[in-house]
Protein backbone atom coordinates (compact mmCIF):
# COMPACT_ATOMS: atom_id res chain seq x y z
CA UNK A 1 0.00 0.00 0.00
CA UNK A 2 1.08 3.44 -1.23
CA UNK A 3 2.20 5.81 1.86
CA UNK A 4 0.71 8.72 -0.05
CA UNK A 5 -2.62 7.83 -0.90
CA UNK A 6 -3.82 11.01 -2.32
CA UNK A 7 -5.48 11.22 -5.68
CA UNK A 8 -6.45 13.60 -8.52
CA UNK A 9 -9.54 13.77 -8.87
CA UNK A 10 -13.21 12.12 -7.25
CA UNK A 11 -13.78 10.55 -10.51
CA UNK A 12 -10.26 8.93 -10.39
CA UNK A 13 -10.67 7.75 -7.00
CA UNK A 14 -13.92 5.74 -7.73
CA UNK A 15 -12.98 4.62 -11.33
CA UNK A 16 -12.81 1.15 -9.82
CA UNK A 17 -16.33 1.11 -8.44
CA UNK A 18 -18.49 -0.64 -10.56
CA UNK A 19 -22.31 -2.11 -11.05
CA UNK A 20 -23.23 -4.49 -8.25
CA UNK A 21 -20.74 -3.24 -5.81
CA UNK A 22 -21.40 -2.59 -1.74
CA UNK A 23 -21.00 0.38 -0.45
CA UNK A 24 -20.72 1.76 3.22
CA UNK A 25 -21.20 5.13 3.07
CA UNK A 26 -20.43 8.10 6.05
CA UNK A 27 -21.99 11.13 7.43
CA UNK A 28 -25.24 11.45 9.51
CA UNK A 29 -28.51 12.70 7.91
CA UNK A 30 -26.50 15.52 5.88
CA UNK A 31 -23.39 15.84 8.13
CA UNK A 32 -20.22 15.24 6.70
CA UNK A 33 -21.40 13.42 3.72
CA UNK A 34 -19.44 12.62 1.02
CA UNK A 35 -21.15 14.66 -1.43
CA UNK A 36 -18.42 14.81 -3.78
CA UNK A 37 -17.51 11.29 -4.10
CA UNK A 38 -21.36 10.51 -4.53
CA UNK A 39 -21.60 13.15 -7.08
CA UNK A 40 -18.51 11.12 -8.98
CA UNK A 41 -20.25 7.88 -8.55
CA UNK A 42 -23.35 9.32 -10.14
CA UNK A 43 -21.01 10.47 -13.08
CA UNK A 44 -19.72 6.96 -13.55
CA UNK A 45 -23.00 5.72 -14.45
CA UNK A 46 -22.85 2.48 -12.32
CA UNK A 47 -25.66 0.97 -11.10
CA UNK A 48 -27.09 -2.22 -9.19
CA UNK A 49 -25.53 -0.84 -5.94
CA UNK A 50 -25.94 -2.12 -2.36
CA UNK A 51 -25.40 0.36 -0.21
CA UNK A 52 -25.47 0.65 3.81
CA UNK A 53 -25.55 3.75 5.42
CA UNK A 54 -27.53 5.42 8.59
CA UNK A 55 -30.03 7.51 5.82
CA UNK A 56 -30.29 7.56 2.25
CA UNK A 57 -29.86 11.98 2.18
CA UNK A 58 -32.77 13.63 0.80
CA UNK A 59 -35.13 13.90 -2.67
CA UNK A 60 -31.69 15.66 -4.29
CA UNK A 61 -29.19 15.57 -2.36
CA UNK A 62 -26.58 12.79 -0.74
CA UNK A 63 -27.54 9.73 -1.59
CA UNK A 64 -30.99 10.73 -2.83
CA UNK A 65 -28.87 11.56 -6.10
CA UNK A 66 -27.76 8.13 -6.85
CA UNK A 67 -31.47 6.77 -5.64
CA UNK A 68 -33.21 8.87 -7.58
CA UNK A 69 -31.31 8.28 -11.10
CA UNK A 70 -32.13 4.54 -10.50
CA UNK A 71 -28.62 3.04 -9.21
CA UNK A 72 -29.00 1.79 -5.76
CA UNK A 73 -30.58 -1.82 -5.83
CA UNK A 74 -30.72 -2.35 -2.07
CA UNK A 75 -29.94 -0.13 1.48
CA UNK A 76 -29.44 -1.04 4.28
CA UNK A 77 -30.28 1.65 7.29
CA UNK A 78 -31.63 3.06 10.11
CA UNK A 79 -33.52 6.15 9.42
CA UNK A 80 -35.28 6.66 5.84
CA UNK A 81 -37.96 9.20 6.64
CA UNK A 82 -36.82 12.35 4.77
CA UNK A 83 -37.16 11.11 1.58
CA UNK A 84 -39.92 10.66 -0.41
CA UNK A 85 -38.46 8.95 -3.36
CA UNK A 86 -37.01 6.65 -1.41
CA UNK A 87 -40.56 6.14 0.21
CA UNK A 88 -41.77 5.78 -3.59
CA UNK A 89 -39.65 2.98 -4.66
CA UNK A 90 -39.69 0.79 -1.53
CA UNK A 91 -43.44 1.07 -1.51
CA UNK A 92 -43.32 -0.34 -5.13
CA UNK A 93 -41.17 -2.84 -5.22
CA UNK A 94 -38.15 -0.90 -6.66
CA UNK A 95 -35.98 -0.63 -3.92
CA UNK A 96 -34.82 -3.39 -1.37
CA UNK A 97 -34.90 -2.21 2.01
CA UNK A 98 -32.93 -3.66 4.93
CA UNK A 99 -33.77 -1.63 8.31
CA UNK A 100 -31.52 -1.65 11.31
CA UNK A 101 -31.58 -0.21 14.55
CA UNK A 102 -29.27 2.55 14.78
CA UNK A 103 -26.70 1.42 17.21
CA UNK A 104 -26.76 -1.90 15.94
CA UNK A 105 -25.91 -0.79 12.52
CA UNK A 106 -23.19 1.25 13.67
CA UNK A 107 -22.17 -1.99 15.95
CA UNK A 108 -22.17 -4.14 12.82
CA UNK A 109 -20.28 -1.77 10.74
CA UNK A 110 -17.32 -1.56 13.45
CA UNK A 111 -17.49 -5.40 13.80
CA UNK A 112 -17.10 -5.95 10.48
CA UNK A 113 -14.09 -3.58 10.23
CA UNK A 114 -12.93 -5.10 13.24
CA UNK A 115 -12.84 -8.92 11.86
CA UNK A 116 -15.73 -9.66 14.32
CA UNK A 117 -18.22 -12.11 12.26
CA UNK A 118 -21.07 -11.52 14.27
CA UNK A 119 -22.35 -10.37 18.05
CA UNK A 120 -25.03 -10.74 20.20
CA UNK A 121 -27.45 -7.22 21.47
CA UNK A 122 -30.34 -6.96 23.46
CA UNK A 123 -31.41 -4.55 20.93
CA UNK A 124 -34.51 -6.12 18.90
CA UNK A 125 -35.36 -9.15 21.46
CA UNK A 126 -39.60 -10.13 21.06
CA UNK A 127 -39.42 -7.68 17.41
CA UNK A 128 -39.74 -8.40 13.92
CA UNK A 129 -35.72 -7.33 14.05
CA UNK A 130 -35.58 -10.95 15.76
CA UNK A 131 -38.29 -12.52 15.07
CA UNK A 132 -38.48 -11.89 11.27
CA UNK A 133 -41.09 -10.67 8.48
CA UNK A 134 -40.13 -7.20 8.37
CA UNK A 135 -40.73 -6.39 4.63
CA UNK A 136 -37.54 -6.28 2.86
CA UNK A 137 -38.78 -6.07 -0.91
CA UNK A 138 -42.97 -5.43 -2.01
CA UNK A 139 -44.53 -6.89 -4.80
CA UNK A 140 -46.02 -4.32 -7.55
CA UNK A 141 -49.55 -5.10 -5.68
CA UNK A 142 -48.33 -4.36 -2.26
CA UNK A 143 -47.95 -8.14 -1.35
CA UNK A 144 -44.65 -8.70 0.55
CA UNK A 145 -42.23 -9.95 -1.76
CA UNK A 146 -39.31 -10.41 0.06
CA UNK A 147 -39.32 -10.22 4.06
CA UNK A 148 -36.55 -10.75 6.62
CA UNK A 149 -35.77 -14.01 8.60
CA UNK A 150 -35.66 -15.17 12.03
CA UNK A 151 -32.69 -13.99 13.57
CA UNK A 152 -30.88 -16.71 16.45
CA UNK A 153 -31.80 -15.39 20.24
CA UNK A 154 -29.95 -16.85 22.96
CA UNK A 155 -30.32 -16.46 26.71
CA UNK A 156 -27.23 -15.50 28.42
CA UNK A 157 -27.00 -14.70 32.21
CA UNK A 158 -25.86 -10.45 32.66
CA UNK A 159 -25.59 -8.34 35.73
CA UNK A 160 -26.60 -11.67 37.57
CA UNK A 161 -30.11 -12.48 35.54
CA UNK A 162 -30.93 -14.13 32.24
CA UNK A 163 -31.49 -12.06 29.89
CA UNK A 164 -32.24 -13.12 25.86
CA UNK A 165 -29.94 -11.38 22.77
CA UNK A 166 -30.29 -11.57 19.36
CA UNK A 167 -27.71 -12.32 17.27
CA UNK A 168 -26.31 -10.00 14.82
CA UNK A 169 -24.08 -10.70 11.82
CA UNK A 170 -21.08 -7.56 10.93
CA UNK A 171 -21.15 -5.57 8.10
CA UNK A 172 -18.30 -5.60 5.52
CA UNK A 173 -18.52 -3.88 1.92
CA UNK A 174 -16.54 -3.60 -1.04
CA UNK A 175 -16.00 0.27 -0.91
CA UNK A 176 -16.72 2.80 1.65
CA UNK A 177 -16.67 6.56 0.89
CA UNK A 178 -16.55 9.34 3.57
CA UNK A 179 -15.74 12.87 4.27
CA UNK A 180 -13.34 14.44 6.97
CA UNK A 181 -12.32 17.68 7.97
CA UNK A 182 -8.51 17.03 8.00
CA UNK A 183 -6.79 14.12 6.69
CA UNK A 184 -2.94 13.56 6.11
CA UNK A 185 -1.13 11.92 2.97
CA UNK A 186 -1.02 8.67 4.69
CA UNK A 187 -4.82 8.88 5.60
CA UNK A 188 -4.73 9.35 8.84
CA UNK A 189 -8.50 11.37 9.36
CA UNK A 190 -9.99 14.10 11.91
CA UNK A 191 -14.05 14.35 11.34
CA UNK A 192 -16.07 17.22 12.59
CA UNK A 193 -18.69 16.83 15.69
CA UNK A 194 -21.48 14.60 14.69
CA UNK A 195 -20.18 14.47 11.34
CA UNK A 196 -17.90 11.76 13.19
CA UNK A 197 -20.61 9.74 14.46
CA UNK A 198 -20.91 6.81 11.33
CA UNK A 199 -17.93 7.72 9.43
CA UNK A 200 -15.22 5.42 11.01
CA UNK A 201 -17.35 2.35 11.21
CA UNK A 202 -18.15 3.07 7.57
CA UNK A 203 -14.52 3.24 6.54
CA UNK A 204 -13.46 0.56 8.51
CA UNK A 205 -16.15 -1.55 6.69
CA UNK A 206 -14.86 -1.41 3.42
CA UNK A 207 -12.24 -3.26 1.77
CA UNK A 208 -11.31 -0.30 -0.15
CA UNK A 209 -12.00 3.02 1.66
CA UNK A 210 -12.02 6.39 -0.39
CA UNK A 211 -11.88 9.48 2.12
CA UNK A 212 -12.87 13.35 0.46
CA UNK A 213 -10.98 16.06 2.79
CA UNK A 214 -11.45 19.43 3.43
CA UNK A 215 -7.97 20.21 4.48
CA UNK A 216 -4.75 18.32 3.58
CA UNK A 217 -1.87 18.28 5.36
CA UNK A 218 1.67 16.88 6.07
CA UNK A 219 2.49 13.42 7.48
CA UNK A 220 3.18 14.66 11.49
CA UNK A 221 0.91 17.72 11.27
CA UNK A 222 -2.19 15.86 12.80
CA UNK A 223 -1.71 15.47 16.67
CA UNK A 224 -1.53 11.63 17.10
CA UNK A 225 -4.39 11.98 19.67
CA UNK A 226 -6.42 13.43 17.76
CA UNK A 227 -6.51 11.32 14.69
CA UNK A 228 -10.08 9.67 14.33
CA UNK A 229 -9.22 6.94 11.95
CA UNK A 230 -6.15 5.45 11.81
CA UNK A 231 -4.57 5.52 8.19
CA UNK A 232 -4.56 1.91 7.94
CA UNK A 233 -8.08 1.51 6.97
CA UNK A 234 -7.91 4.70 4.01
CA UNK A 235 -7.00 3.70 1.18
CA UNK A 236 -7.51 7.08 -1.00
CA UNK A 237 -7.20 10.69 -0.29
CA UNK A 238 -9.38 13.53 -2.21
CA UNK A 239 -9.09 16.82 -1.75
CA UNK A 240 -12.45 18.83 -1.77
CA UNK A 241 -11.34 21.79 0.01
CA UNK A 242 -13.44 24.20 2.50
CA UNK A 243 -16.20 25.53 0.65
CA UNK A 244 -17.65 22.41 -0.55
CA UNK A 245 -21.56 22.95 -0.37
CA UNK A 246 -23.01 21.50 2.63
CA UNK A 247 -26.70 21.23 3.45
CA UNK A 248 -28.78 21.98 6.69
CA UNK A 249 -31.45 18.64 6.69
CA UNK A 250 -34.23 20.16 8.17
CA UNK A 251 -33.84 24.35 9.11
CA UNK A 252 -35.46 25.61 12.22
CA UNK A 253 -35.27 29.11 13.37
CA UNK A 254 -36.42 31.11 16.67
CA UNK A 255 -39.37 33.61 16.03
CA UNK A 256 -39.18 36.99 16.32
CA UNK A 257 -40.77 38.35 19.73
Known amino acids: MALDKVVASAAEA ?42 CGVDDWGL ?23 ERQYLSGELELVLTPQGTLAEKLRAGGSGIAAFFTQTGVGTQVAEGGLPQR ?38 ALVHALRGDR ?43 LPGVFV ?3 VVVGPDVEKRIERRTVREEA
Do not use: W
Not at 25 to 51: H, K, Q, R, Y
Not at 198 to 220: D, K
Open 235 to 237: DRV
Open 138 to 175: YAPDGSIAVASPPKPVQTFEVAGRAREFVLEEAITTDF
Open 14 to 55: VSDIGSGSSLAVGGFGLCGIPMVLIDALLASGVDELSVVSNN
Open 186 to 228: HGNLVFDKSARNFSPLAAMAGRTCIAQVEHLVEPGELDPDAVH
Open 64 to 86: GVLLAAGRIRRMTSSYVGENKEF
